[in-house]
């Protein structure tokens, strides 16, 4: 079956620098463009950066030029590197397929990045 799992989050102080990964399995990973979101308790999910097949790259204007994503098509993993890192990054961050909204309803635990300020 479908599935994402998320890791690399954690408590950084303003500034500071995490990355996520996604590994995902139970689909053709190298066949779907995947996306980050991000998720703050009592807010809607927002997709915040994602990476097409051929490597194109999106980012939400707030993380532009602080974020990058990447991915590695054997090891069916997707990354988000977050450089200078702000207190409203704070969120929990989610993958899924797909380059502008999520392809698939199963979504994973997410990991927690807490910002620090």
């Known amino acids: 079956q479908v599935q994402f799992v998320e890791s690399g989050g954690g408590l950084v102080q303003a500034g500071g620098s995490l990355r996520l990964l996604c590994v995902a399995s139970?689909?053709?990973?190298?066949?779907?463009?995947m996306g980050w979101y991000r998720q703050v308790r009592g807010k809607q999910r927002e997709l915040v950066a994602s990476?097409?097949?051929?490597?194109?790259?999106n980012f939400a204007d707030s993380v532009k030029g602080r974020f990058t994503i990447s991915r590695d098509n054997a090891k069916k993993t997707v990354y988000l590197q977050m450089n200078t890192l702000k207190p409203e990054d704070t969120a929990v961050y989610y993958c899924?397929?797909?380059?502008?909204?999520?392809?698939?309803?199963?979504w994973g635990q997410g990991t927690q990045v807490t910002v620090s300020s």
């Open positions: 899924n397929a797909g380059m502008r909204a999520p392809i698939f309803p199963q």
């Open positions: 139970g689909i053709n990973f190298g066949g779907y463009a």
């Open positions: 990476i097409s097949v051929g490597g194109t790259t």
